[in-house]
Nanobody
Framework: QVQLVESGGGSVQAGGSLRLSCRAF????????MGWFRQAPGKEREGVAG???????YYADSVKGRFTISQDNAKNTLYLQMSSLKPEDTAMYYC????????????????????????WGQGTQVTVSS
């Protein structure tokens, strides 16, 4: 089992920055891929950014050039640095982890789907005002 705890959400004006963190507890050694999803009110959850822990990243088109996903293996922590934030980035952001090998190939092919991710955090709210 892997437990994920997010932090770092908050309210910011458009153009501002935030950094989200996700610390993994438990069997963190078993994870192969991690990433961030978000869900805005009335919308489906969407993949934002993913990372293969052995190398490789994915970004949704809507965040390319503005968001950066990274990891600190020593701290079992995943980060999402968000810059040039827009009101449409407002959502609940969820950290997710997968222990399956299939997530590796899928991420490297540009497939970042929530069905591949078994472990989820509780979410952290990001609100961007105009």
């Amino acid at each position: 089992q892997v437990q994920l705890v997010e932090s770092g959400g908050g309210s910011v004006q458009a153009g501002g920055s935030l950094r989200l963190s996700c610390r993994a507890f438990g069997a963190a050694y078993s994870t192969q891929c991690m990433g961030w999803f978000r869900q805005a009110p009335g919308k489906e959850r969407e993949g934002v950014a993913g990372i293969v822990l052995g190398g490789g990243t994915y970004y949704a088109d809507s965040v390319k050039g503005r968001f950066t996903i990274s990891q600190d293996n020593a701290k079992n922590t995943l980060y999402l640095q968000m810059s040039s934030l827009k009101p449409e980035d407002t959502a609940m952001y969820y950290c997710a982890a997968s222990a399956t090998l299939s997530c590796i190939g899928l991420l490297r092919l540009g497939e970042f789907k929530e069905d591949e991710y078994r472990y989820w955090g509780q979410g952290t709210q990001v609100t961007v005002s105009s």
